[in-house]
Nanobody, 118 residues
Framework: QVQLVESGGGLVQPGGSLRLSCAAS????????MGWYRQAPGKQRELVAA???????NYAGAVKGRFTISRDNAKNTVYLQMNSLKPEDTAVYYC????????????WGQGTQVTVSS
């Protein structure tokens, strides 16, 4: 059982930046693949970025070069640095923890709203 709590969302102007944080309750945080997903009203949830226990990263094409995912295993926290934000980045952003040892189990945070608007 993993509890995830996101923070850092808010309203920002186009071209601005935000940093999202996700704190995990598990004491074996380093064993999980961590990711950020987002969902806009009326649309499907989509993967934004992911980072494995070994530090390998993967990004959606729409955010590559603008967003950076990172993790601090000592703090049980994953981050999403978002730069050069666009209105189309507006969505609820969800933190995801995925257990990948022998079986797949997903845990989700409650989400944090990101709104990019003038």
């Amino acid at each position: 059982q993993v509890q995830l709590v996101e923070s850092g969302g808010g309203l920002v102007q186009p071209g601005g930046s935000l940093r999202l944080s996700c704190a995990a309750s598990t004491t074996i945080f380093s064993a999980y693949t961590m990711g950020w997903y987002r969902q806009a009203p009326g649309k499907q949830r989509e993967l934004v970025a992911a980072i494995t226990s070994g530090g390998s990263t993967n990004y959606a094409g729409a955010v590559k070069g603008r967003f950076t995912i990172s993790r601090d295993n000592a703090k049980n926290t994953v981050y999403l640095q978002m730069n050069s934000l666009k209105p189309e980045d507006t969505a609820v952003y969800y933190c995801n923890a995925r257990w990948v040892r022998f079986t797949t189990i997903d845990y989700w945070g409650q989400g944090t709203q990101v709104t990019v608007s003038s």
